[in-house]
């Protein structure tokens, strides 16, 4: 009989846990209730926790008229405010500096192709290889054009991947978006954008 409980001799000195791969996180709803109370906040504790992909970035979408430092100051305000962790200056540095903004209304191609033009602008500085998950913080009419929008004009290269991730919510909310949700994203991904009850649960 073989035994399954031996440990691997080839694993030896070597890390068991999972490495996150690089990627760009855009938000869309970049500025709403659940990333202000959630996503920023459950970001930042992976960033403590050094559980986010060292070549990372955040890219936040909205109708909103923000730029990167007024919406690294809501950010700020959010982490502030919601965070279980208080915010750790060497820390914060290196995640703030990774939020970025795209004003934009959700039913203008332009303003995907100006997201666009920002993430390729931004990913070669970050050394993201057109990784990329779109997390969809939106009313539950505008997840389906927002996602097919967004992913359609660039399509992955071999070396890429586009994930589509809606909102426990919204997606909850409109039965039209049944089967839209990825299915297969980063573990740390996951924790951050979870959404425990009751909703006002400090972020973990």
Same mark, same amino acid.
């Given at each position: 009989?073989? /035994?399954?409980?031996?440990?691997?001799?080839?694993?030896?000195?070597?890390? !068991? @846990?999972?490495?996150?791969?690089?990627?760009?996180?855009?938000?869309?709803?970049?500025?709403?209730?659940?990333? &202000?109370?959630?996503?920023?906040?459950?970001?930042?504790?992976?960033?403590? /926790? %050094?559980?986010?992909?060292?070549?990372?970035?955040? +890219?936040?979408?909205?109708? $909103?008229?923000?730029?990167? /430092?007024?919406?690294?100051?809501?950010?700020?305000?959010?982490?502030?405010?919601?965070?279980?962790?208080?915010? @750790?200056?060497?820390y914060w540095s290196d995640?703030?500096?990774?939020?970025? *903004?795209?004003? %934009? =209304?959700?039913?203008? =191609?332009?303003?995907?192709?100006?997201?666009?033009?920002?993430?390729?602008?931004?990913?070669?500085?970050?050394? +993201?290889?057109?990784?990329?998950?779109?997390?969809?913080?939106?009313?539950?009419?505008?997840?389906? =054009?927002?996602?097919?929008?967004?992913?359609?004009?660039?399509?992955?290269?071999? /070396?890429?991947?586009? $994930?589509?991730?809606?909102?426990?919510?919204?997606?909850?909310?409109?039965?039209?978006?049944?089967?839209?949700?990825?299915?297969? *994203?980063?573990? *740390?991904?996951?924790?951050? !954008?979870?959404?425990?009850?009751?909703?006002?649960? &400090?972020?973990?």
């Open positions: 009989m073989i /035994d399954l409980t031996t440990e691997n001799p080839l694993m030896a000195g070597l890390s !068991t @846990q999972l490495q996150p791969q690089p990627c760009s996180f855009v938000i869309f709803g970049g500025a709403g209730d659940l990333t &202000r109370r959630k996503l920023l906040a459950g970001l930042y504790n992976l960033a403590l /926790d %050094g559980v986010l992909p060292a070549n990372f970035c955040v +890219i936040g979408f909205a109708r $909103t008229a923000l730029n990167d /430092d007024s919406y690294r100051e809501l950010a700020r305000e959010s982490v502030e405010k919601f965070s279980r962790r208080a915010i @750790q200056e060497p995640f703030v500096r990774r939020l970025h *903004w795209v004003s %934009g =209304p959700f039913d203008e =191609p332009e303003a995907y192709a100006a997201l666009g033009e920002r993430l390729a602008e931004l990913e070669p500085s970050f050394g +993201i290889p057109n990784n990329r998950i779109y997390y969809l913080s939106i009313a539950p009419s505008l997840i389906n =054009p927002t996602r097919r929008a967004s992913i359609r004009p660039w399509v992955p290269g071999v /070396d890429g991947r586009h $994930t589509a991730i809606i909102s426990e919510d919204a997606n909850r909310s409109s039965s039209a978006n049944a089967g839209t949700t990825g299915s297969s *994203w980063p573990a *740390w991904a996951a924790r951050a !954008t979870s959404r425990p009850s009751p909703a006002n649960r &400090r972020a973990t």
